[in-house]
């Protein structure tokens, strides 16, 4: 099984200013045929079922503000929220899907300072 | 509008069943794989089980040979049947639609239903 892992488990950041989130795979998740890393980004709000972000490890899912970007390649990959929005509050997933089982980060959870 | 909406959840024993339903609509159901994702009140995401469009089914090693996920494309409908249920079952249990990557089962999810809540608990 692919273990994923996420850092840090919560973080505060002040309004308008950049959160990083980091996500990192206990084996590659690049597809050597297609160059395609197989990981995707989640966002979580108090009450609700995850929303999906961002996938292919920088793909914007459409509707999603430009402040969300993803990179990284192979093991490693970072999720950035440029300047943090109130609304930008909630618990961030990672998963990957490049094999059975899929499995998914702990969470970090994004706060306000 | 793609929409997902679970139903099923309750209280039941331990060792007892339970049948999670999931009606899909907005979508060609038929073509998509499916996915159930579970989540304990108030910890991380656990892929419980997928389906594919052909209708191949998938399972991680904590519930292979207890739950089994079936659909019923001409009712747009999607099932978890949970046997040999066990306290660390208790969670709630989403329904996923699965993004067409071209590598079978293997997506991302988009959209999630609302949940359903199962709690396994004498």
């Known amino acids: 099984d692919i273990v994923m892992t996420q850092s840090p488990d919560s973080l505060a950041v002040s309004l308008g200013e950049r959160a990083t989130i980091n996500c990192k795979s206990s084996?590659?998740?690049?597809?050597?045929?297609?160059?395609?890393?197989?990981l995707a980004w989640y966002q979580q709000k108090p009450g609700q079922p995850p929303k999906l972000l961002i996938y292919?490890?920088?793909t914007r899912e459409s509707g999603v503000p430009d402040r969300f970007s993803g990179s990284g390649s192979g093991t490693d990959f970072t999720l950035t929220i440029s300047s943090l929005q109130a609304e930008d509050v909630a618990v961030y997933y990672c998963q990957q899907y490049y094999s059975t089982p899929l499995t998914f980060g702990g969470g970090t959870k994004v706060q306000i300072k | 509008e793609v929409q997902l909406v679970e139903s099923g959840g309750g209280l039941v024993q331990p060792g007892g069943s339970l049948r999670l339903s999931c009606a899909a609509s907005?979508?060609?159901?038929?073509?998509?794989?499916m996915h159930w994702v579970r989540q304990v009140t108030g910890k991380g995401l656990e892929w419980v089980s997928a389906?594919?469009?052909?209708?191949?089914?998938y399972y991680p090693g904590s519930v292979k040979g207890r739950f089994t996920i079936s659909r019923e494309n001409a009712k747009n409908s999607l099932y978890l049947q949970m046997n040999s249920l066990r306290a660390e079952d208790t969670a709630v249990y989403y329904c996923?639609?699965?993004?067409?990557?071209?590598?079978?089962?293997?997506?991302?999810?988009?959209?999630w239903g609302q949940g359903t809540l199962v709690t396994v608990s004498s």
């Open positions: 907005g979508f060609i159901f038929s073509r998509y794989d």
């Open positions: 084996q590659s998740v690049l597809n050597s045929s297609n160059k395609k890393n197989y």
């Open positions: 389906i594919g469009a052909a209708g191949d089914t």
């Open positions: 292919w490890s920088s």
């Open positions: 996923a639609r699965g993004v067409v990557t071209g590598t079978g089962v293997k997506n991302w999810f988009d959209p």
